[in-house]
């Protein structure tokens, strides 16, 4: 196979750079797409209902919360020379809080918003917790 000529070689390096910079800038606007109408508005809506919203109170004063657990169960490893447990597990809890009910007619008929991640330090979370362990890793 012949050896491309110094032309050819800045050519390709020309193209092979526009090439890259060319997905790169298709990549960032991928990443950056802008929101839909919906999306704005459950925005909008969740910080409405976060306004004056308490993540220290429980969702009812009045009576216990009812917290539904669902464990499922990946991998149980046990080491009896070195007496440890180890258990790779997803764990979903799920709980009313009236505090965060709206109407769904005024909502544009949104019944359900799924919470984005960083926005879940903003509300009442259960203190969940598991007796007798040594030590455990949260991923």
């Given at each position: 196979m012949a050896?491309?000529?110094?032309?050819?070689a800045?050519?390709i390096?020309?193209?092979l750079?526009?090439?890259?910079?060319?997905v790169?800038a298709l990549?960032?606007?991928?990443?950056m797409?802008?929101?839909?109408d919906q999306e704005?508005?459950?925005g909008h809506l969740?910080n409405?209902?976060?306004?004056?919203?308490?993540?220290?109170d429980?969702p009812?004063?009045?009576?216990?919360?009812?917290?539904r657990?669902?464990i499922y169960?990946n991998?149980i490893?046990i080491?009896?020379?070195?007496?440890?447990m180890?258990l790779?597990m997803?764990l979903?809890?799920?709980?009313?809080d009236?505090r965060?009910?709206f109407?769904?007619l005024?909502a544009g008929?949104?019944?359900?918003i799924?919470l984005?991640?960083?926005?879940?330090?903003e509300?009442?979370l259960?203190?969940?917790?598991f007796?007798?362990?040594?030590?455990?890793?949260?991923c």
């Amino acid at each position: 196979m012949a050896k491309p000529s110094g032309k050819t070689a800045r050519f390709i390096l020309v193209v092979l750079y526009f090439l890259v910079l060319s997905v790169a800038a298709l990549h960032g606007k991928m990443k950056m797409r802008p929101k839909t109408d919906q999306e704005g508005f459950q925005g909008h809506l969740v910080n409405k209902l976060l306004q004056n919203y308490s993540k220290r109170d429980p969702p009812m004063l009045d009576r216990p919360t009812e917290v539904r657990l669902g464990i499922y169960v990946n991998k149980i490893s046990i080491d009896e020379q070195r007496m440890e447990m180890k258990l790779d597990m997803y764990l979903r809890q799920a709980w009313k809080d009236p505090r965060l009910k709206f109407d769904p007619l005024q909502a544009g008929k949104v019944t359900k918003i799924k919470l984005h991640a960083d926005r879940a330090q903003e509300i009442w979370l259960p203190d969940t917790f598991f007796r007798f362990n040594c030590c455990f890793d949260i991923c």
